[in-house]
């Protein structure tokens, strides 16, 4: 394949590379806030699953100019992994699952709470959609457990979510936590693809709703199996976000667009760090294992 | 109600003398060794079941998936009465509130599971109650785990997303062990205490092998064992090249299985004993065995079953000394006997009696060469000066060989000698002379003369005859097929460059076919028709060299991979022979037989070749290498378009997918089965059908790389079989092909090609007086029409409309008023409306548009109503269904619409619709949310009134489209398609 395969293939990860984020996903929160406005008035915000940091980017430069001084605006970004750093990011290698985390967190923003927390994580999908999607959920149902602890009231919280056979299922979930709940495909999230994103606002937990991460919290089930098929299902509101006239990831443009007249090869921004595949490239580097 | 489904198969398992898969939500009992189905049960609702636990206390076997599981009992076939069913589900499944990953029987009653949360529920089976629960405090989500019984206690293996295993006595506040050393979450963990194994396999590529570092001295059932001892990984092995799935642990062997559609197996100590690919590159996803056999599901929607003899007892090596210290040429007689050439001599050599002879050969040079014919019992051997040995292998009583023919050739230096069938010798000397000979008693004469066409390096290296003795089919070294008729000193017809630079390896002709083979790995069909001869299609194979048939119906060929004789299965797509020989350049022969063994026949393959001088032989038993199919695998990846066609009782399924191929598979009473495969080079996206009569048709096929390839494929049943005979017309790159359009440049020096890489997302065609108009919607937003001619078999833009912004997802063609009209739909949700009816001359502007979902439009259905109506009904991306009523305000011009009425609903599907169908008063819609609803809809006034009906569940996950198989009144039978596929039967009256 070659160098520009890639960056005909897929406008969004040429033009990410061009404008220096290091993931094409930075698109999605621009498009995202586009059309939610979800950075208004932000000052403290949280990036869980935050590497390879295209989201803490899009926030550390989008929500400077809500504050008069830039070092009131705090993002803290989460992540098991090590990532590169981020000039005005605060870091933190942890898990999602631990209430120390939430404690840092909190710890970060001098005791105040979060006015927005965002959730681009996804697991290292295994090919079968049931436990992919069944692991998302939780993922994100992880990232909302340590929201409840940092998210002040009326805060908003978006995240990736799966469009699978079971999403209905974590839609009920969200509503009992957020006012309004819908989903959120933005034009750089390929037509083809099942990720959307969930855009909860006004977090108004439970009445009585104590945060608890002793136990994870659960996604809801089916309470018999009428809901499982039929009209009754909990569905949200959906919304394509993005301008009609941004770039559409699914048409292949040419190298040359529109108004352009030169094209140059750009390295990516943020090559991996620690990929699980990079031992097994390291000790077969010299032997072959072979297909025969 | 689901008629058949094929999907991922995620669990397998031997019991008794069963084979136990789980084919998505349903229960699929096999006789191990009949092989037949015995019995489909639904066993979970709308969810894949991944493990089956039978009970140590009686017929019972756990079945779980997801967060449901149930409970399924095995009758005694012996004990019950014929006709009922074996498998019988005791109660509805039960919903946990977490996934499960393992589950064991603690008595007859009560089962202990292990969820994804590292939490044990013990449940009583009987009350169906949760009796108690203990969670651990590692609660992070667990990718694998395993729960084992112990004598008093629960054993909990957790494969944790921290890359290690935490083992643990239920219930214990501190775990007995860390298992550290993975570099990714772990996909499975098996585990065989009484021989002293843990092994877990990974996101890393790795398969670990782990064991206490030193004799234990309780047995593995006991919780002692676990607190005494300490486990160390003692072997960090690496097979495959991509994630490790599933393992298993026999009485000798560890066996894995991966995404790179491996199975490995290993001894205990680590070493690799074999490694075998399988399930047509799909991911495998479960993996069983009883010790003799093991059987494997994958996401080729197959189930195989293998014999464990394919790493221990693969192939039987010998070395035999005939006598001849450099031998030259080895080869296979009639009888299964060997002849081994030098420069001097010729040695038969007979397999039974041991007994070799020896004829000298008083040839002048000691270049000789030597060729065999079709029926295996003449030889022949001339020499470049021209002379002729001939040799004949006696029939019956003591196998030995007759010189009948020696002779003197007069036909200048010789370059080439070939049998054509028994009774023709095809010579090509100097300057493409060729001659052919036949018998005439003890003396030879000269039957044909043949000039070959000018080429590079002009002789032969292949040649067969018809069996009416008309055609000479001849392949020349530069991969040119020439075919001749006795009278005419020139070829009648010729094919130009078939098999690459190397020339045909064979040609062999099976009534009026011909089918060839080459060392560009592929085989090519050709038919002869009337008077004339026609090249059909092209087969690509997995290696390079093919060289030629080891069965008269041309199903088992062999070849070579590299250094490595492989014998491939064409019809079950899978290599049946794989070893290492150091490769084709080398004098070898194989020939396949039966043999008694056993008081049972058996099929062997022996296969013979020249190694440092030394004469190898290695003999296959094929029952002991060779894979059982329980269920036929198809495609490995989605299923991007599928058309579903009945001919006479058939039904015949033509599906194109992700993973390149284009397939056409038949369905009988049990079986589902691919009868061929196409490639393209990329995805295949979208696919038509034309019909041409009752059992032939075109299809068209387009998708990634701008490739469109068009076939005419007929579907011929004999003696209860189908063969498919198909016909390649059209290969058609739009951007051209990569030669094309870049020449002869070298990656080095290439320089970037600035058009974009164009998918075609769908097409329609039109029948235009004898030829086709062809409408393409492409990804890069062009609109592009072509014309195929039947006669000169080249298809041609003939227009193109930059129109849409975006990619184009849809293109449909329909009639209103007897004009014909296109559909396209985009990306961005637009639906526009173009007149075709004169396509070639028309100026290609649409004459209405309109949008209707927010994003992408996935399906799309039409029907058309009384006075100028007509109803368009979209699914989206955005979950929503939009049905729009159009009207053509006047009757003789069809240049505009007007929109009377729409509708539209999100409350169906949480995620995208990819499918629609109208059919009567009812649509169907699918969407990847799994779901299929029934909606009846009418138009009332001028207004759409649609109204639910019913849903139900799909198992096949990742929907991309459904086809209408039947309607019949009372009920509508789909298609649904996407990571396999499945037929629903939706009943319409709904009581």
């Known amino acids: 394949m070659g160098k520009t395969s890639k960056d005909k293939r897929d406008i969004y990860y040429r033009l990410a590379k061009e404008e220096g984020w290091r993931a094409r996903s930075a698109f999605k929160l621009l498009q995202i806030n586009e059309e939610h406005n979800i950075f208004k008035g932000v000052t403290r915000a949280v990036d869980l699953c935050a590497a390879p940091g295209s989201w803490s980017q899009v926030l550390t430069k989008n929500l400077r100019q809500n504050a008069q001084n830039v070092d009131d605006v705090k993002i803290v970004a989460v992540d098991l992994q090590a990532m590169a750093a981020l000039p005005g990011v605060i870091q933190i290698q942890g898990d999602i699952t631990k209430v120390s985390t939430a404690n840092s967190i909190i710890q970060e923003f001098e005791g105040l709470k979060a006015d927005l927390v965002v959730c681009d994580g996804a697991p290292d999908v295994t090919g079968l959609h049931d436990i992919d999607e069944y692991v998302q959920s939780q993922l994100l149902l992880a990232a909302l457990n340590i929201t409840t602890h940092v998210l002040k009231y009326g805060g908003v919280f978006v995240a990736k979510i799966f469009r699978g056979k079971d999403v209905s299922l974590l839609y009920s979930q969200l509503k009992q936590f957020f006012e309004h709940v819908t989903v959120s495909k933005p034009r750089s999230s390929r037509n083809s693809s099942i990720e959307a994103f969930v855009v909860c606002k006004n977090y108004q937990p439970p009445e009585g709703y104590i945060p608890n991460m002793v136990n994870p919290l659960l996604d809801h089930k089916y309470c018999d199996f009428n809901q499982f098929t039929g009209p009754n299902r909990v569905i949200v509101p959906f919304n394509a976000c993005g301008d009609l006239s941004a770039y559409d990831s699914d048409t292949s443009y040419p190298l040359l667009l529109e108004g352009q007249t030169s094209y140059e090869y750009k390295e990516p921004v943020q090559s991996p760090i620690n990929p699980p595949y990079k031992e097994i490239l390291e000790k077969t580097r010299n032997i072959q294992i072979k297909n025969t | 109600m689901s008629v058949f489904t094929r999907t991922d198969v995620t669990a397998v398992k031997f019991y008794k003398n069963y084979v136990l898969a789980g084919i998505g939500s349903t229960v699929n009992l096999f006789h191990k060794t009949s092989t037949k189905l015995l019995q489909r049960l639904s066993g979970l609702y709308g969810q894949k079941i991944y493990g089956f636990v039978p009970s140590q206390y009686g017929d019972k076997i756990f079945v779980f998936g997801g967060k449901q599981f149930t409970v399924v009992s095995l009758s005694d076939p012996e004990q019950s009465n014929e006709g009922t069913d074996l498998l019988c589900r005791l109660f509805e499944p039960v919903v946990c509130d977490d996934w499960l990953h393992s589950a064991v029987w603690i008595n007859k009653d009560v089962i202990a599971l292990l969820t994804a949360h590292n939490v044990v529920q013990k449940w009583d089976i009987k009350a169906g109650t949760l009796t108690s629960q ?156 009883d010790n003799t056999t093991l059987v494997t599901g994958g996401g080729d929607c197959g189930v195989i079953l293998h014999p464990l003899t394919i790493a221990t007892d693969y192939s039987y090596n010998e070395i035999i000394d005939v006598g001849v210290a450099s031998p030259k040429k080895v080869i296979f007689t009639a009888r299964k006997n060997l002849l081994v050439m030098d420069e001097n001599v010729l040695v038969y050599y007979d397999f039974i ?338 019909a041409i009569d009752d059992n032939r048709f075109l299809i068209m096929s387009a998708g990634g790389r701008a490739q469109i390839c068009i076939k005419d494929v007929q579907i011929l049943k004999e003696n209860g ?271």
């Open chain 2, 134 to 289: 203990h969670a651990s405090k590692d609660n992070s989500i667990l990718y694998s785990g395993l729960l084992l019984k112990l004598e008093e206690d629960v054993l909990v293996m957790a494969g944790t997303v921290f890359s290690e295993v935490i083992i643990h006595k239920c219930g214990a506040e501190r775990p007995l062990h860390h298992l550290k050393g993975h570099k990714g979450v772990i996909f499975s963990i098996s585990c065989e205490p009484s021989r002293n194994i843990i092994v877990t396999t990974s996101d890393d590529r790795s398969v670990r092998i782990w064991g206490p570092d030193n004799e234990p001295t309780h047995p593995g059932t006991t919780v002692e064992y676990w607190k005494d001892t300490n486990i160390v990984c003692k072997h960090e092995v690496y097979g495959h090249l991509a994630r490790v799935m599933r393992s298993c642990i026999t009485n000798d062997l560890i066996i894995s299985v991966g995404e790179d559609s491996a199975i490995c197996y290993w001894d205990y100590e680590g070493k690799l004993l074999k490694k075998a690919l399988t399930h047509q590159n799909g991911c495998i996803w479960s993996v069983d065995s």
């Open chain 2, 353 to 690: 009696s041991k007994v070799k002879s020896t004829h000298k050969l008083n040839h002048d040079s000691t270049y000789k060469l030597l060729s065999i014919s079709s029926c295996k019992q003449l030889i022949a051997i001339a020499d470049m000066t021209g002379k002729l040995d001939v040799f004949l292998e006696k029939c019956k009583d003591d196998a030995f060989i007759l010189n009948i023919i020696d002779t003197k050739l007069q036909l200048g230096k010789i370059l080439s000698m070939h049998w054509a069938g028994n009774r023709h010798l095809v010579f090509c000397s100097d300057d493409g002379n060729v001659s052919v000979l036949a018998s005439n008693n003890a003396t030879v004469e000269i039957v044909a003369r043949f000039v070959l066409p000018f080429c590079k390096e002009r002789w032969l290296t292949a040649s067969a005859i018809d069996s009416g003795s008309k055609y000479f089919v001849l392949g020349d070294r530069c991969g040119n097929i020439h075919i001749f008729v006795k009278e005419q000193k020139d070829p009648v017809k010729s094919f130009s460059k078939v098999h690459g630079r190397y020339g045909p390896t064979s040609i062999n002709i099976v009534n009026n076919d011909i089918i060839t083979t080459g060392r560009d790995g592929t085989i090519m069909y050709f038919t002869i028709q009337g008077d004339g001869i026609k090249r059909l299609s092209a087969k690509d194979l997995a290696f390079e060299w093919v060289e030629k048939f080891l069965d008269k119906d041309q199903n088992l060929v062999c070849g070579f991979q590299e250094r490595v004789f492989v014998v491939y299965n064409i019809k079950d797509n899978c290599k049946v022979i794989e070893t290492p020989c150091g490769g084709g350049h080398r004098s070898w022969d194989a020939v396949r037989y039966f043999e008694k063994v056993n008081e049972k026949y058996e099929e062997c393959i022996k296969f013979v070749y020249l190694k440092d001088a030394a004469i190898n032989i290695t003999t296959f038993q094929l029952s002991k290498i060779t894979s059982t199919n329980l269920v036929h695998g198809s495609h490995a990846k989605e299923i991007n378009c599928l058309k579903a066609l009945k001919l006479n009782d058939d039904a015949v399924y033509i599906s194109g997918g992700e993973d390149t191929t284009l397939r056409i598979s038949s369905v009988d009473a049990v079986n589902f089965k691919d009868e061929v495969a196409f490639k393209h080079l990329s995805s295949i996206r979208t696919l038509k059908t034309h």
């Open chain 2, 721 to 991: 079989t189908i063969r498919v005979k198909s016909e390649e017309l059209v290969d058609h790159f739009i951007r051209g092909t990569d030669k094309e359009r870049k020449g002869n440049q070298t990656w080095r020096n290439c320089s970037i090609d600035f058009d974009p890489e164009m998918r075609i997302m769908d097409l329609d065609l039109l029948k235009y007086k004898d030829d086709f108009v062809i409408f393409a919607g492409c990804s890069d937003s062009h609109l592009r029409v072509f014309s195929y001619k039947n006669k000169s078999k080249k298809l041609e833009l003939i227009n193109e409309s930059k129109y849409h912004n975006t990619c184009i997802l849809k293109t449909k063609i329909i009639t209103i008023l007897n004009k014909t009209t296109l559909i396209t739909c985009t990306t961005r949700g637009d639906v526009t409306m173009w007149d075709i009816s004169d396509v070639i001359n028309c100026n290609f502007e649409p004459f209405f548009s309109t949008k209707t979902n927010k994003s992408g439009i996935n399906a799309l259905a039409t029907a058309n109503l009384p006075e100028n109506q007509l109803l368009v009904a979209t699914g989206g991306d955005d979950n929503s269904i939009h049905i729009i009523l159009l009207e053509i305000p006047d009757q003789d011009y069809l240049g505009s619409m007007i929109m009377l009425n729409s509708w539209q609903s999100s409350n169906f599907h949480s995620s995208q619709i990819t499918g629609l169908c109208l059919v009567g008063n009812y649509m169907l819609s699918s969407s990847i949310d799994q779901r299929v609803t029934l909606l009846s809809w009418s138009v009332k006034e001028r207004n759409i009134v649609c109204e639910f009906v019913s849903q139900t569940s799909t198992d096949v996950a990742d929907v991309q489209g459904m086809d209408l198989l039947e309607f019949n009144g009372d009920s509508i039978t789909v298609c649904v398609f996407g990571k396999g596929m499945e037929v629903i039967n939706v009943p319409t009256n709904q009581e």
